[in-house]
């Protein structure tokens, strides 16, 4: 039965769904509905096949840096070729990677009033781009073991799961910057990259206490 395809959590709801499934066939009605639906599908899957296959045309002189955008967590084939199309691969022509999150609109909006900044909504730049970091920062949240899956779960506990996808998407970007601009593959900083950097920050909070009261701090890690 189609019921028993389902997989993860969908098989606790297996009643439901074989009720769901259960039905007619109307013969000639029903076989005419199922043809046509069947001949639809077939025709957007050709399509598919050859617009795919245009596409892998226009992109084969960049086929170097759409390799190099795939080493990227969360950033599958299809996300590479938008990235490509939509920010070309000369990042000589953004000063900073800020720059180009500001070009890209990936960035939140700043709000002023009476000298005080306040969060801003972010601002919308090309649906195709924002659209296609968006899953691909989805996608890296998943991704276990890694700096941005990190990052995600640190956001999101402080200010939730949107804010938490909107800042992993300016940060895939700003790699992708990085990747194009330098002709690298992604340089992953570790799940753990946070936990090293609040306990680096610590260290020379300390250190600095310790000279501010006369000390002479020389610090030897211990071994493993």
């Not at 995600?152 to 940060?171: E, F, I, M, N, Q």
């Not at 990085?178 to 992953?188: A, K, M, N, W």
């Not at 799940?191 to 501010?212: G, H, M, P, W």
């Not at 006369?214 to 211990?222: A, S």
Request: include cysteine; hydrophobic fraction near 35%.
């Amino acid at each position: 039965m189609l019921a028993q395809l389902a997989k993860g959590r969908l098989r606790r709801k297996l009643p439901a769904l074989r009720e769901a499934l259960e039905g007619r066939f109307r013969g000639e009605h029903h076989g005419l509905l199922v043809a046509q639906i069947l001949a639809h599908i077939d025709y957007l899957d050709e399509t598919i096949a050859t617009l795919s296959e245009r596409i892998e045309q226009l992109l084969a002189p960049f086929s170097r840096e759409r390799e190099l955008l795939e080493t990227i967590p969360g950033i599958g084939r299809t996300a590479a070729q938008v990235l490509i199309a939509e920010l070309g691969v000369d990042m000589s022509v953004f000063p900073t990677s800020a720059h180009l999150a500001s070009w890209a609109e990936q960035c939140p909006g700043n709000r002023e009033s009476a000298g005080k900044r306040h969060s801003g909504r972010q601002r919308h730049g090309s649906k195709w781009l924002r659209t296609t970091l968006t899953e691909s920062a989805k996608a890296a949240s998943r991704c276990k073991g890694t700096y941005f899956s990190a990052q995600y779960t640190r956001l999101r506990g402080r200010r939730g799961p949107g804010k938490a996808t909107g800042a992993l998407s300016h940060s895939i970007l700003v790699a992708a910057y990085h990747v194009l601009e330098q002709q690298v593959p992604y340089q992953e900083l570790g799940a753990d990259y946070f936990d090293r950097r609040t306990s680096e920050q610590r260290t020379k909070r300390l250190v600095r206490q310790l000279e501010q009261l006369g000390h002479k701090v020389n610090l030897e890690p211990l071994p493993a």
